[in-house]
């Protein structure tokens, strides 16, 4: 099929919050950083097979700690396993992409799922 889109494995998916108070702690800037940042270093999925999915997403429930983030990726067993972030910043975020993109355990930093 000519026309279908292009398809790169996924090996985590990052999901960073965009609604009304994260976005005031800088959560969209946040979001245009991180995805130049993680497209540079070819790690997001969107134009040089990258195997990390940076999307942004409403409201985490974590209003007053933003901007929060949830990863989801498979953990050792294959299952989906889930890590959960609060006042992340561009080199948190990059950290982690980049952690799941190599198949490493996501940091502790900032982790509240715990």
Known sequence: MDDAPIFFATRAHVLLCTGPRCSMAGSRQLLAEATTELERRRVAYYRDGGTV???ET????????GPTVAA???GSDGK????WYVRM???KVVALAEA???GESPPEEGRFDR
């Open 100 to 102: 799941l993109h190599r």
């Open 72 to 74: 989801y990726y498979a």
């Open 80 to 83: 989906i396993t889930e890590a």
């Open 89 to 91: 910043d561009r080199e």
């Open 53 to 55: 999915r940076l999307t």
């Open 58 to 65: 409403g409201c985490l429930g974590a209003c007053a700690f």
